[in-house]
T-cell receptor, first 114, second 113 residues
C-alpha cells in the first residue's frame, strides 16, 4: 500500500483482556515505531524496531506491553491484562532506514478499555 | 527524563494574522522534527532541523533551531483556515542507534475566517 496501515481502527475490550494491534509499514521501510497518544497530548514513544530487532523499548510502560516484528515488516503490539488507563490511540510509524529520517504515521488504533 | 515543552498550548488567531509556537528541551538535541496533526487525523511530517542555528522555510512557514540545539520555533505568516491543527515538535537526542522521538504536548491553532 501507499502508506502505513493499522488494524483494527477501533478496539473496545474489557478490563483484564488481551489485545493485539497490527501495523503494516510502508514497503521497504526498515525502521518501525509504536507510540500512544492520549487526548490533548503529543505521541508518547513506546518502542522502536530496526529490522526485526527492538532497538529501543524503553518507552514500554510495563511488562504487560510487548511488541514483535518477526520478519522485519509487519509488527504487532500486544497488551496483556488490559487496564482502563491503557485507553488511548496507538500510533505506528515507519521510516526509510536511518534513525533521523522522516517518520510516516498510520491512522492509529483507538483502544477503549471498559 | 528528557522533556520537550511547547507553548502556547492553544492559539486562536484571525485569518491573516501571524502565529508562532515555541519548543524547549531540557537536554541538547541531535535534531528536531515538526509535525502537524489535523483534527481526527494522524501526525504528518513537516520538516527536520539538524544544524545549530538552522532556519528553513516552507512557503509561509519558517522553522528555526536554536544555537544551543535546545529550542526551536515555528512561525506561520498570514495564517489561513487550512493551517488549523495541532503542531508538534519532536526532539531526537544523541547519535546512538535509537529512533526515540520525544514529542512536545503540541500547540493547537484555531483560525477564524
Amino acid at each position: 500500500g501507499a502508506g502505513v496501515s493499522q488494524t483494527p481502527s477501533n478496539k473496545v475490550t474489557e478490563k483484564g483482556k488481551y489485545v493485539e494491534l497490527r501495523c503494516d509499514p510502508i514497503s521497504g521501510h526498515t525502521a518501525l515505531y509504536w507510540y500512544r497518544q492520549s487526548l490533548g497530548q503529543g505521541p508518547e514513544f513506546l518502542i522502536y524496531f530496526q529490522g526485526t530487532g527492538a532497538a529501543d523499548d524503553s518507552g514500554l510502560p510495563n511488562d504487560r506491553f510487548f511488541a514483535v516484528r518477526p520478519e522485519g515488516s509487519v509488527s504487532t503490539l500486544k497488551i496483556q491484562r488490559t487496564e482502563r488507563g491503557d485507553s488511548a490511540v496507538y500510533l505506528c510509524a515507519s521510516s526509510l532506514d536511518r534513525v533521523r529520517a522522516e517518520q510516516f504515521f498510520g491512522p492509529g488504533t483507538r483502544l477503549t478499555v471498559l | 527524563g528528557q522533556q520537550v515543552m511547547q507553548i502556547p498550548q492553544y492559539q486562536h488567531v484571525q485569518e491573516g494574522e501571524d502565529f508562532t509556537t515555541y519548543c524547549n528541551s531540557s537536554t541538547t538535541l541531535s535534531n528536531i522534527q515538526w509535525y502537524k496533526q489535523r483534527p481526527g487525523g494522524h501526525p504528518v511530517f513537516l520538516i527536520q532541523l539538524v544544524k545549530s542555528g538552522e532556519v528553513k522555510k516552507q512557503k509561509r512557514l519558517t522553522f528555526q533551531f536554536g544555537e544551543a540545539k535546545k529550542n526551536s520555533s515555528l512561525h506561520i505568516t498570514a495564517t489561513q483556515t487550512t493551517d488549523v491543527g495541532t503542531y508538534f515538535c519532536a526532539g531526537l537526542r544523541g547519535s546512538g542507534n535509537t529512533g526515540k522521538l520525544i514529542f512536545g504536548q503540541g500547540t493547537t491553532l484555531q483560525v477564524k475566517p
